[in-house]
C-alpha cells in the first residue's frame, strides 16, 4: 500500500498511520520504499452513454493515451502518462466526449491476488487509513476477484 497524506504536522500524521496499520496487522515501512510498485499516471473516467470503445480510443490516441479500458458497465477508463492528463481531457472535449473525472493517481504495476481472510483484513485496513483526516489517498495493488467478493459482501 502506498498511501499519501497531507498534514500540518508530519509526526501525527505518521504516529496515526502507524497504529491504523499495526492494530490490523500491518507495518509501516520508510517513506518511498514501496513507490517502486506504482506508477503516476492520468486516469480519465469517461461514461459510456452511447460512446463506443473505440470511439474513446480514436479521440484520445494522438493525446498520448495509453490505453482504454472497461472500468465497469458504465464507464470506461482512459490511462495516459501524468504529462499528457491534460491533453487527453482536452482531446475528448474536443470531440464532444463528456468524461466524469480527471486526474492524477497512483496505479500498480503488480497486483496480488488475494483469499477471502486476506481481503477482509486488507479492507479493515483501508477502512482505518481512510479515517484519518490527514491521509488523502490510499493506493493498493491487491486484487480481490469477483467471487470473493461476494462472500464477503454477503
Known amino acids: ?3 499519501e497524506c497531507l498534514t500540518d504536522n508530519r509526526n501525527r ?6 497504529v491504523a496499520l499495526t492494530r490490523n496487522g500491518g507495518s509501516l515501512a520508510d517513506p518511498g520504499s514501496v513507490s517502486y510498485l506504482f506508477n503516476r499516471k492520468g486516469v480519465v473516467i469517461v461514461p459510456k452513454s452511447g460512446t463506443s470503445e473505440d470511439d474513446v480510443m480514436m479521440a484520445v490516441l494522438d ?3 495509453e490505453e482504454v479500458n472497461e472500468l465497469d458497465e458504465d464507464n470506461f477508463e482512459v490511462v495516459s ?12 472535449q474536443d470531440a464532444g466526449i463528456d468524461y466524469e473525472s480527471a486526474e492524477s493517481k497512483f ?4 497486483t496480488v491476488p488475494l483469499d477471502e481472510d ?5 479492507f479493515r485496513l483501508l477502512d482505518a487509513l481512510e479515517d484519518s483526516d490527514d ?5 493498493a495493488n491487491f486484487d480481490v476477484p ?3 467478493l461476494a462472500k464477503i459482501d454477503a
Open 118 to 122: 486476506s481481503a477482509k483484513k486488507v
Open 13 to 18: 500524521a505518521a504516529s496515526e498511520v502507524r
Open 146 to 148: 469477483d467471487d470473493v
Open 107 to 110: 496505479l500498480p504495476s503488480v
Open 1 to 3: 500500500m502506498l498511501v
Open 135 to 139: 491521509v488523502q489517498d490510499v493506493y
Open 81 to 92: 502518462e501524468a504529462g499528457d492528463l491534460v491533453a487527453v481531457r482536452t482531446a475528448l
Open 63 to 65: 493525446a498520448g493515451a
